[in-house]
Nanobody, 124 residues
Framework: QVQLAESGGGLVQAGGSLRLSCVVS????????MGWFRQAPGKEREFVAA????????YSPNSGKGRFTISRDNPKNTGYLQINSLKPEDTAVYYC?????????????????WGQGTQVTVSS
């Protein structure tokens, strides 16, 4: 059984940076495409970034480019999301997800495994 565990969230001032981690256990992370999503209070879950199983392909919406960087270290079975120039509107619970599809997707429905989430709060 595949399990994902996020960490690295916290309270940070606007303009700061965070690196979120997602440890995959139960199966090698190299088997899965990975993605990051976030959900703010009262809002729908939103896609942030995705990465293919080998790490050679990444995707992030235009709104996130330049501030969100997704990466992975398969020998460590860990995925990462670097967030720079944080804004109060980035406040949300951030979730990592893994897809059997392997190539990473912007669609939440295409992910098979989800972590419990890590809270990111950005103060102004």
């Amino acid at each position: 059984q595949v399990q994902l565990a996020e960490s690295g969230g916290g309270l940070v001032q606007a303009g700061g940076s965070l690196r979120l981690s997602c440890v995959v256990s139960g199966r090698p992370s190299r088997n899965y495409g990975m993605g990051w999503f976030r959900q703010a209070p009262g809002k729908e879950r939103e896609f942030v970034a995705a990465i293919s199983r080998g790490g050679g392909s990444t995707y992030s919406p235009n709104s996130g480019k330049g501030r969100f960087t997704i990466s992975r270290d398969n020998p460590k079975n860990t995925g990462y999301l670097q967030i720079n120039s944080l804004k109060p509107e980035d406040t949300a619970v951030y979730y990592c997800a893994a897809s059997n599809g392997g190539w990473g997707s912007s669609q939440a429905a295409e992910y098979d495994y989800w972590g419990q989430g890590t809270q990111v709060t950005v103060s102004s």
